[in-house]
């Protein structure tokens, strides 16, 4: 078994009761199932054919004792031990009509024909012989068949009580398996959604949305298939196959031996079959990925699309993404009609016309009666319904078996473990010293990097775009961990505090704040249980929202839809400010929060700025200079390096970069 193998049988054993049960019940009724054949091969053989078997003259009077013209006859198999038996005559059907052979020793088999009172049986070596024979009326024949009808109306009630308890327990073994497979899909589900968020932001940056959505999404479904369909097709047909195979050596050995080629027939079938599927299923799952992951990207792009008139674009990238999906999805589509029940149906006749060819020139042994020959044709059909059952799976198999890869692959990637314990809220002194760090090996994109801030204090960085800004607050907030140098916090090197415990004292606000569905305040307080419906509304009062928030016709409860695409940029922001400060984080950073806000909101933003700043260390990205004029401390970065530092007052003297910066935004808005 391969390990992804292994790991979907750890998954079932965690409902492994209910499954043990549904294959209990599976054998079960598979036991009731098989007993149908040969209940028919005794209404055939002893209840309806049994009519020819010879019957002997009796002076009792029972059930058993048919009168015929003055006598009563009594059947052989029907005879009480010791019972006193007169002369032997036969029933024996030509054509539609039964005939009364007064004698003995007539044959078996042979051709039969009636005529002049006369019943002539053509022999199997040519011959003929004769016997007188006098035809029965249907009063006559039915009274010799009468005996037999309580038999016959009880086996077919067993017959029919069989089949009905056979599909009670093939229900209750399908809806165990499916409830099982539906708590295990939910659990791979529920684990596959908390490792993503365990995983590391640069996990995010290689991998589209849409890609990792179609791992949780799609390739989780087909890996419900697997339980649901596949495996249950492939036990069911397993032990169904077992089985007839068992019960045809019980019917008749020769007979069992030629149903026995069905099994290495299969096997060759299903390694031939998974050698091509599991090439297609792989492109299949990919594809199917890509486009998940482009839809995703064009849905959250539409603005700039439809802006730069890229629609045509857009859509014949997605063409032939499309088309490559459809052309392996058609590739698995002749394959599976290749290797279809329709082949299973073509070997199942084949059989059939040889073993009805066989019985009928008589190279089968005489023990094969009708009745064994419509068990075994019953038996045939039945073995053929898990056979294309299983090769009706087979593509369900290949698609779970790529999606698990996919799932699991996704699982392995290493991640960090959620801590629930909390750490005391530190005062917030953060030192780097020497820091370098690349994305990329060999590629610094931070080189000796040496600060510090203390509790209470601004800290700005400016410089241009690349200049790695974004950088020191990604090594600082340990999206990435640093590679050389040290940073602490507090005295304590950041690589030796669990990253949620570090982060739980931190706050971030973004250019483009992040909203969640639900509503305002359930965006302020992130549905944290230590956050209280009173906090959350001091934090909008603290940065100047409330009354603005309270305007909307849900006031705070105001529904938030995805990303909060119905609010302003700036109503956004505070929310995002007000976030922030509910958390009470001892280290603040904002990531350039005044870049995309109108100059009237400013004023509104930097009054909340101010009061969340207040006791916090604070970093702050910039590009306009003039809303970091109060900070501490000015890092000016280029290329990695801090090249200048100081407050603004002292940068303005120094006459370098920052002062070129300053003056040339300052001309811009004069």
Aim: aromatic share 10%; net charge neutral.
């Amino acid at each position: 078994m391969s390990n992804n193998g292994k790991r979907l049988f750890q998954y079932a054993l965690n409902y492994k009761k209910p499954i043990i049960l549904a294959l209990l019940l599976l054998l079960l009724a598979v036991g009731v199932e098989l007993v149908g054949p040969f209940l028919a091969k005794r209404m055939i053989d002893t209840n309806i054919m049994g009519i020819e078997k010879p019957w002997y003259e009796t002076k009792q009077e029972d059930s058993y004792a048919v009168p015929y013209k003055g006598s009563r006859y009594k059947r052989a198999d029907h005879l009480a031990e010791g019972e006193d038996k007169g002369r032997e005559v036969r029933i024996l059907q030509s054509g539609r009509s039964y005939y009364f052979v007064d004698t003995a020793g007539v044959p078996n088999t042979g051709k039969r024909n009636f005529a002049g009172g006369k019943l002539t049986v053509l022999r199997d070596d040519g011959s003929t012989v004769q016997f007188p024979a006098a035809k029965l009326t249907t009063g006559e024949s039915y009274g010799f068949y009468k005996p037999e009808f309580r038999s016959l109306i009880l086996m077919a009630a067993s017959y029919v009580g069989l089949l009905l308890i056979g599909s009670g327990l093939a229900y209750g073994q399908r809806l165990l398996l499916q409830v099982s497979a539906n708590r295990i899909v939910r659990k791979m589900r529920n684990d596959v959604f908390r490792h993503i968020q365990r995983l590391p932001v640069q996990y995010f940056d290689n991998l589209p949305a849409g890609k990792v959505v179609a791992r949780v999404t799609n390739d989780t479904e087909a890996i419900r298939e697997l339980y649901v369909a596949v495996l249950a097709n492939f036990f069911s047909g397993i032990i169904y196959i077992t089985a007839i195979i068992g019960a045809l050596f019980v019917l008749d050995t020769n007979l069992a031996l030629i149903a026995l080629p069905f099994i290495p027939i299969l096997y060759v079938w299903i390694v031939i079959y998974r050698k091509f599927a599991a090439k297609y299923n792989h492109v299949i799952r990919s594809r199917l990925s890509d486009i998940n992951g482009m839809i995703n990207e064009s849905i959250q792009g539409m603005p700039i699309i439809q802006a730069f008139r890229k629609e045509k674009e857009m859509m014949a990238e997605f063409h032939e993404m499309n088309d490559e999906y459809f052309k392996y999805q058609n590739k698995l589509l002749s394959l599976n009609s290749i290797t279809s029940h329709n082949l299973v149906n073509v070997l199942r006749n084949i059989v059939f016309i040889g073993v009805i060819w066989m019985f009928a020139g008589g190279f089968l042994n005489a023990a094969v009666s009708v009745g064994v020959l419509y068990a075994f044709i019953d038996y045939m059909n039945r073995m053929m319904h898990p056979i294309v059952g299983i090769v009706n799976q087979l593509s369900n198999l290949e698609v779970a078996r790529v999606s698990a890869e996919r799932v699991f692959t996704l699982l392995d990637e290493p991640g960090i473990e959620v801590s629930d314990s909390r750490m005391q809220r530190y005062k917030g002194n953060v030192s780097f010293h020497e820091v370098s760090f690349g994305y990329k090996p060999g590629e610094d994109v931070l080189k000796n990097i040496t600060f510090g801030a203390k509790q209470g204090e601004t800290v700005a960085l400016v410089g241009h775009t690349g200049s790695g800004k974004s950088s020191i607050l990604n090594l600082l907030f340990r999206f990435y961990d640093v590679e050389r140098g040290v940073i602490a916090v507090d005295g304590i090197d950041v690589r030796d505090m669990p990253k949620q415990q570090l982060r739980q004292h931190m706050g971030i606000v973004l250019q483009d704040p992040f909203l969640f569905t639900g509503t305002i305040a359930s965006n302020v307080s992130l549905d944290d249980s230590s956050i209280s419906r009173e906090k959350v509304e001091q934090a909008l009062r603290d940065v100047g929202a409330y009354d603005m928030f309270m305007q909307l016709p849900g006031g705070l409860d105001e529904p938030v839809i995805e990303k909060g695409s119905t609010l302003s940029s700036g109503q956004r922001q505070l929310i995002s400010f007000a976030r922030a400060l509910a958390f009470d984080p001892a280290i603040l950073i904002l990531d350039e929060a005044t870049a995309s806000i109108d100059t009237e909101t400013e004023a509104v933003i930097q009054q909340a700025l101010d009061v969340l700043k207040r006791g916090r260390t604070t970093f702050v990205i910039a590009h306009r200079l003039s809303t970091i004029r109060e900070a501490d401390q000015i890092l000016v970065l280029d290329r990695g390096q801090i090249t200048e530092r100081g407050n603004h007052a002292e940068l303005m003297q120094q006459g370098g970069k920052y002062f070129a910066m300053y003056q040339l935004q300052q001309g811009a808005v004069a």
